[in-house]
């Protein structure tokens, strides 16, 4: 099937059969009430934590099915697939189970927990090879040696077999709840997992609206359904890295357009407050991509209440490495944290001052870089403060200039800004 030109929609059957086949593999995660949020928008809040699968996200169903559908020919020649994450280690366990050889391509910038968590899921029948920079490097090569060596490419998103394996997770939430869903949160980054879901819910749940999330980073889905055509989105915010594709897939793109009964973006840094929530109130560990679902929910707060609302928790491999930065990009989306060039007066006593007479009670300092260089009546210095209330930000700065310690504020100005963080 040529996916690019060919009508297609996921049918009820084909899910099913799609249920049966990786029934083995792939659990039949929770779907479990949320105290907390369905407090918090006076809904019932349910979360399909797919973040409990044995790899740790959804992907292993889309992979799974997908590679079983495969000829002994196919099968004994091998599958290659690229990823930087969830898919890699969907293919690999597949790989593994069904005892058939993979190569997987990984960007050469793979975080290490990533790449050795893909060979633990495939041990000696994966072999993984790093390849570029990017994630389209790594595709470019893996599609080469398709090619060359007559192996299958198995395509995170754009195949109706991957679509249909993730569209089970629609039969599972019909199956486990005994209340009409008015709502299904979804996050999207290539679309397939949307894709599927359309096909479950629109047999199974009519009445259900479906609602796409995507980063606010990287709103290639959004942008697509706008323009009525599928559109590549040049420069992305790849931070939530498993829904951050500069293109969709044409079949995903057609399914959603026409099925989708909403599609909008959500703020990176909400989407780490998000994280630091689930960790801190919930004991839940989630990938930013993960928790896109549940930071939407503040932007629909009025249209759920009262209603059966189902988030679905992608998945949960996220590098502990990375928290400081979630952290720090909730501060900056909160207002509370906040970067300066600070001139400070060339005396002894100055910096003293500055904490002293410039820094309210509740401030913090948590970034300072300073070398004297000159004899110049004034030095500058980076500052970083992270404030207790937003509010405190205005005082400060005019606190700032009555002293003559301002230079400029940097939260504002992107291109000196990204240095920062």
Known sequence: MNVATTTYFP?????????????DVAMETPLMNSIRYSRRYDANILLKREDLQRVRSYKI????????????????????????????????????????????????????????????????????VLEGDTFDDSSKAAMKICKSEGKTFVHPFEDPKTIEGQGTIGLEICKQTNVPIDYIFVAIGGGGLASGLCGAIKALS??????????KGAPSMLTS???????????????????????????????????????????????????????????IVVEPAGALTLAAL?????????????????????????????????????????????RFPQRAGALKQ???????????????????????????????IELKDKKDLEPLVCRMKDLNFFGDYLNDKPDLFQFLV
Do not use: W
């Open 206 to 215: 009519p009445n259900t609206k479906i609602i796409g999330i995507e980063p």
């Open 298 to 342: 503040e932007f629909y707060k009025d249209k759920i209440k009262g209603k059966n609302v189902v988030c679905i928790v992608s998945g949960s491999n996220n590098d502990i490495t990375r928290t400081a930065e979630i952290k720090e990009r909730a501060l900056l989306y909160a207002d509370l944290k906040h970067y300066f060039i600070v």
């Open 354 to 384: 500055f904490v002293g007479e410039v820094l309210g009670p509740n401030d913090d300092i948590t970034h300072f870089e300073y070398s004297k260089k000159s004899s110049r009546e004034n030095g500058p210095a980076v500052v970083g």
């Open 11 to 23: 049918e009820l059957e084909d899910i099913q059969k799609a249920a049966s086949m990786i029934k």
């Open 61 to 128: 169903r889309g992979a799974f099915n997908k590679i079983s559908s495969l000829s002994k020919e196919e099968l004994e020649r091998g599958v290659v697939c690229a990823s930087a994450g969830n898919h890699a280690q969907g293919v690999a366990f597949a790989c593994h189970h069904l005892g058939i050889k993979g190569t997987i391509y990984m960007p050469t910038v793979t975080p290490k927990q990533k790449i050795a968590q893909t060979q633990m899921f495939g041990g000696e029948h994966v072999k993984i």
């Open 225 to 283: 359904i706008r323009n009525n055509v599928n559109t590549e989105i040049s420069n992305i915010d790849k931070f939530i890295d498993g829904a951050a594709v500069q293109k969709v897939g044409d079949l995903n793109f057609e399914i959603c357009k026409e099925h989708l009964s909403d599609m909008f973006t959500v703020p990176e840094g909400l989407v780490c407050q998000t994280i630091l929530d689930l960790y801190n109130r919930d004991a």
